[in-house]
């Protein structure tokens, strides 16, 4: 099993920054991948950005490319998401998620396991 814990959540200003982490333990040596999907009140979750574990490659969703940089530590098995220019319709809680296998993917229902959520809240 693979557990992962997101962090760096918080309550930010419209065009400031955050840096989640989402950091993995457990079977995670051989993890292929991860992606980061977020959730708000009433919504269905969504795909924000996903990277391959080895390759580095990097696959954002439209709403947040350009804002938006995942990358990855491969000795700490964590990955970060840097969110910068921050809008309100970035609100959500944020969840990590480990993929084990290829393909790459922006579906849910294709990664294995997934964090707690960290929350992010951007004031209007």
């Known amino acids: 099993q693979v557990q992962l814990v997101e962090s760096g959540g918080g309550l930010v200003q419209t065009g400031g920054s955050l840096r989640l982490s989402c950091a993995a333990s457990g079977r995670a040596s051989n993890m292929y991948g991860m992606g980061w999907f977020r959730q708000a009140p009433g919504k269905e979750r969504e795909f924000v950005a996903t990277?391959?574990?080895?390759?580095?490659?990097?696959y954002y969703a439209d709403s947040v490319k350009g804002r938006f940089t995942i990358s990855r530590d491969n000795s700490k098995n964590t990955v970060y998401l840097q969110m910068n220019s921050l809008k309100p319709e970035d609100t959500a809680l944020y969840y990590c998620?480990?993929?084990?296998?290829?393909?790459?993917?922006?579906?849910?229902?294709?990664?294995?396991?997934w964090g707690q959520g960290t929350q992010v809240t951007v004031s209007s």
């Open positions: 990277i391959a574990w080895s390759s580095g490659g990097a």
């Open positions: 998620a480990a993929d084990l296998r290829p393909p790459m993917s922006t579906a849910s229902r294709a990664y294995d396991y």
